[in-house]
């Protein structure tokens, strides 16, 4: 086993100094650019060209070029005050294995009101931001699109393949996951065209944010949190019981109607009126159930389903027997079965096979984005984003503060040493 570790680790040191000779043969490295291809970064250009040494080498090559191009060794704060600002695209943390989580919040006219090459600047910076808040050992950072400020589906689809193309690009083997959140309505049938030929569409998710709403939870407590809908229960309490020769007053259990059996008018031998004092003191008299034929068998609690029915249905309730009550010539009637679907019916059935616990991509994707829903809702602090910027990305105030807190550090150790003294 250790011998295998170890030629595996030379074959992979051998891949790595083949590619690092490949770049140099075109053009020899700066400083910068040597501190940037480190091993890890080289290993992450060989696995995202299937371990092609001479592809890997040209995509290295093609990076430097462009990191020159874009100035990212210039990029600070200070150029992005108003972004800033207004929290268009920051780092809101760590996920729980420490990769840090970009948010984007960009508005539908921010492109039309900046340039291009701002725009990429703005999200190159952002992503550089990110990658110097790594740890040693992450090197993969996730990003959360808020799609709701967007009112067009189609200019959000050109904002969001852009960055993907730019990650894919430039920052190879960076992406774990992009989640889109509350995006227009039809961005998913124009994703659903273009997502073959995107090459990290398989790290990306659409999400809804409503489906994560505690009020949509609660499952026995759904009618408290509406008030009009709480007085619609049936309370059995309401109902008043029949006590000897006592008639019970046909009427309707709920608090804020009353139901009424009048004898008056035989056409509408019922009426609703707003009394909400206590069952059989209604303004007009309750005629018993004896009296009026229409309503034989009629009690507190059916009562209202007497009064919408049909006369012939009033007229003539229906005398349920007992088991015991039939005759042998009596058979309790069958509800038809629903016949199963044969392979002849829907062929499509055969191959339509769903495991136990399989769940489906777009629960998949819900179950996924819960871990980082806490960093959408998260309010944006712009003090504690600049606080995650490493010099010089933070600008003129992290570095005079870097310089200040090593200042300090100093001035502490000499006081403790002439104390020693």
Known sequence: MGMEMEKKDTRDRERIEAVLKLVRKQAP??????KYCNDVCVERFLRARGDNVKKAAKHLRLVLSWRESIGIDSLIADEFSGELAEGLAYVAGHDDDARPVVVFRIKQDYPKLQSQKSFVRLLVFTLEVAVSSMSRFVDQFVLLFDASLFRSAS???????????????????????????????????????????????????????????????????????????????????????????????VGSASSRFSFTVSHLNSVKPWYLSTNTGPLGHSSRTVVPAESTPSLIGASPVNARSYSFA??????????????????????????????KPSFLQSPANLFNFKKEGHLSKGERDKESFLPFLRFYRRPYDEMVYRAKMRPPLGGLTSIVYAQVKTHHQQSRRFTGHLQRI
């Open 155 to 249: 200019a959000f689809l050109n904002f969001f393949m852009g960055t993907l193309k730019i990650v894919g690009d430039y920052y190879p083997g960076r992406l774990h996951k992009a989640f889109v959140i509350d995006p227009p309505t039809m961005f998913s049938v124009l994703w659903k065209g273009v997502r073959p030929f995107v090459e990290l569409a398989a790290a990306t998710a659409v999400v809804c944010s409503l489906d994560y709403e505690d009020s949509l939870e609660g499952g026995s407590d759904c009618f408290s949190s509406y008030p009009r809908t709480a007085s619609l229960r049936y309370e059995p309490a309401a109902a008043t019981p029949v006590t000897g020769r006592q008639h019970p007053a």
């Open 29 to 34: 490295l700066n400083m910068k650019q040597e």
């Open 310 to 339: 049909s006369p012939g249905a009033r007229s003539t309730p229906v005398k349920q027997q007992t088991p015991l009550q039939r005759t042998p010539m009596q058979a309790p009637r069958q509800q038809p079965r629903t016949p």
